[in-house]
T-cell receptor, first 113, second 113 residues
Framework: DAGITQSPRHKVTETGTPVTLRCHQT?????MYWYRQDPGHGLRLIHY???????DKGEVSDGYSVSRSKTEDFLLTLESATSSQTSVYFC????????????FGSGTRLTVV | AQSVTQLDSHVSVSEGTPVLLRCNYS??????LFWYVQHPNKGLQLLLK??????LVKGINGFEAEFKKSETSFHLTKPSAHMSDAAEYFC???????????FGTGTSLTVIP
């Protein structure tokens, strides 16, 4: 997990509150991704970024927004958390996916009560 | 559309015996394929990747995988299982642009002493 840090590692929040997860990288990689991991679903892409201020939706983007104002930071916001968003969230980075694939962070375990 | 199917949700082997984790993919083009491993409460680590070079790909920790276009398969193998191989394994295919990766639902490998 060297070069990529997620914060917080664990969070419990109440339904209806906003939550922001942070992904920070020191690799200067162009691409950054947010995934969620749920039993029986593997990992599913929420949003990704291909540069500062350049982002796009993944397959499960409803209820989530992202921002990338600096190369090193990629923020994931749950605007109004719901119990269905209880999950483990992984950030990933890549410079050249074709050559290297992803490097993943250690994950954030989010519980919405 | 791209997708991967991991044919076994759980595989159990004895230490020292061969490992076979099966993955079939669906893609309308020649894909890039990856295997990742996730140890308990950890992030995901790249095991190996296929990106249209040699069809037999060698990865870390003695794992290898063979790309078989005629069978649309990318099975992961290891000649002799070690206790430290117990983990969750994910087969992954990229989209054509390389912007999104699609994960299988995972195979949990148990190694019996």
């Amino acid at each position: 997990d060297a070069g990529i840090t997620q914060s917080p590692r664990h969070k419990v929040t109440e339904t209806g509150t906003p939550v922001t997860l942070r992904c920070h990288q020191t690799e200067n990689h162009r691409y950054m991704y947010w995934y969620r991991q749920d039993p029986g679903h593997g990992l599913r892409l929420i949003h990704y970024s291909y540069g500062v201020k350049d982002t796009d939706k993944g397959e499960v983007s409803d209820g989530y927004s992202v921002s990338r104002s600096k190369t090193e930071d990629f923020l994931l916001t749950l605007e109004s958390a719901t119990s269905s968003q209880t999950s483990v969230y992984f950030c990933a980075i890549s410079e050249s996916w074709r050559n290297y694939g992803y490097t993943f962070g250690s994950g954030t375990r989010l519980t919405v009560v | 559309a791209q997708s991967v199917t991991q044919l076994d949700s759980h595989v159990s082997v004895s230490e020292g015996t061969p490992v076979l984790l099966r993955c079939n993919y669906s893609s309308s083009y020649s894909p890039s394929l990856f295997w990742y491993v996730q140890h308990p409460n950890k992030g995901l680590q790249l095991l190996l990747k296929y990106t249209s070079a040699a069809t037999l790909v060698k990865g870390i920790n003695g794992f290898e995988a063979e790309f078989k276009k005629s069978e649309t398969s990318f099975h992961l193998t290891k000649p002799s299982a070690h206790m430290s191989d117990a983990a969750e394994y994910f087969c992954v295919v990229s989209d054509r642009a390389g912007n999104q990766f699609y994960f299988g639902t995972g195979t949990s490998l148990t190694v019996i002493p």
